[in-house]
């Protein structure tokens, strides 16, 4: 089908748009942005550059992607924000370019950014991330596969959060978060496993089972997080989800919440 494109829309003549693209009115579509098949852009939405968005995406009223990045030591080179295939993104969210050359912001498929959350420079975002109302990732953050961050909550820069973990409202997030588990307050606190999110996405109680013995074993033990993970690796099957809990662990620079 052909793209609707608003009288009052301001499309830069670098910008490439697939096809059945609507785009709403007054919303700037910057240099050098790629929007796939299919994309809905609503009215008053500032898409300034540099920006690849891709099939499906939906963008809400007033929303910012590919805005300078606000890191002080932005100098104006040319980096990017990527977007991935039917990522919605809600009314005044905020996604900004990278600092550095050639470097990304990016988000992927079927996440949803709810109202006033904000992605910050170099962050990386996976598939399927909930941000709610107001979360807010500072720069060189990681977000795993579905992953949930809860609103009002913040993420601080070069933390990672696991996939599969839900993170609380109104928490701060200031160290990693290990994947598949439950935190929340200020300072956040651990709280077992996401057992409802896992159990929704198909893991066995085998599985969950597993990767409830590895928690048990980083938190409940009395174990310094050296020993735990050496216990884990001596004494437990290491499935693909407890391989990934330790690896995340021996690859934190953070250190992580306890």
Known sequence: MPNQIHPTAIIDPTARLGDNVMVGPFTIIGPECVLGDNCVIGDSVAIHKWTEL???????????????????????AKTKVVIGEKTVVREFA???????????????????????SHVAHECTVGDSVILANSATLAGHTIIEDFAIIGGLTPVHQFSRVGCHTIVGGASAVQKDVLPYSKAFGNPLKMFGLNTLGLSRRGFTQAQRDLMD????????????TTQALTRIKETMELTPEVKHMVEFIEGSERGITK
């Open 94 to 116: 905020t996604v900004t370019l990278s600092t550095l050359e050639d470097q990304v912001t990016k988000i992927g498929s079927n996440c949803l950014l709810m109202a006033y």
């Open 54 to 76: 891709g099939a499906g995406c939906k963008v809400w009223h007033g929303a910012s992607i590919g805005s300078d990045t606000q890191d002080l030591k932005y100098r104006g």
């Open 213 to 224: 013995q590895a928690y048990r074993i980083i938190f409940r033990s009395g174990l310094n």
